[in-house]
């Protein structure tokens, strides 16, 4: 499986000038092997960071001026957040760039493979749980769902998937679905009841 994402995904990322109104970031998108088959990491977020308080997302942030690139700046995040090496990551690929639609963020993904068991350790400021979900679980699109949402001057569709007592939704699921996709997984996701 490993093989076939490595294929299937970009190796180079293509980084374009951001757009004034939006601020490049970068997450990593960890994938591991635990009890034999693949899981994907998530981080719950604290209710003291600036943005996206209390939601699962992967480790990441914004780019630093002293990030030689926007795959540093995910292994930076990831090693401040969870304590993860950067030479303890295999990259795999990247994913192309999503905007968050309310903090205008331009987010670079980078999919890598981390060793597992592993010490990490959640910085207590930005890191409330780190979660481990089956990939097998998140590819199974009965247990998604989503919602078209209206702002000010654009129409978009939310994806929401829950896990446990957890629910993985925004930027997070988007960048999911578009992970399934490159890897030829077709999410064929039903619609929300609207409220």
Sequence with gaps: ??????????????????PENLTPAAVLFPLLLKENSLHVLFTKRT?????????VSFPGGIRD???????????????????????????LGVLDPITTVTTGFLVYT???????????????????EILFVPLDFLANDEHWSHRSYDTENQR???YFVSYENYRIWGATARILKIFF???????????????
């Excluded at 499986?1 to 951001?18: G, H, V, Y």
């Excluded at 996709?181 to 409220?195: F, L, V």
């Design 65 to 91: 001026p002293h990030d030689e690139n926007l795959l540093a700046t995910a292994l930076r995040e990831a090693q401040e957040e969870i304590d993860l090496n950067p030479e303890d990551v295999e990259i």
């Design 1 to 18: 499986m490993l093989e076939r994402i490595r294929q299937n995904l970009n190796f180079e990322t293509q980084e374009a000038a951001s």
């Design 156 to 158: 978009f569709r939310a």
């Design 181 to 195: 996709e490159k890897n030829g997984i077709e999410m064929n996701i039903k619609a929300a009841m609207e409220s």
């Design 110 to 128: 980078f999919v890598g493979f981390i060793p597992y068991p592993y010490p990490f350790q959640p910085n207590s400021r930005e890191v409330a």
């Design 47 to 55: 209710q003291t960071v600036k943005a996206h308080k209390g939601q």
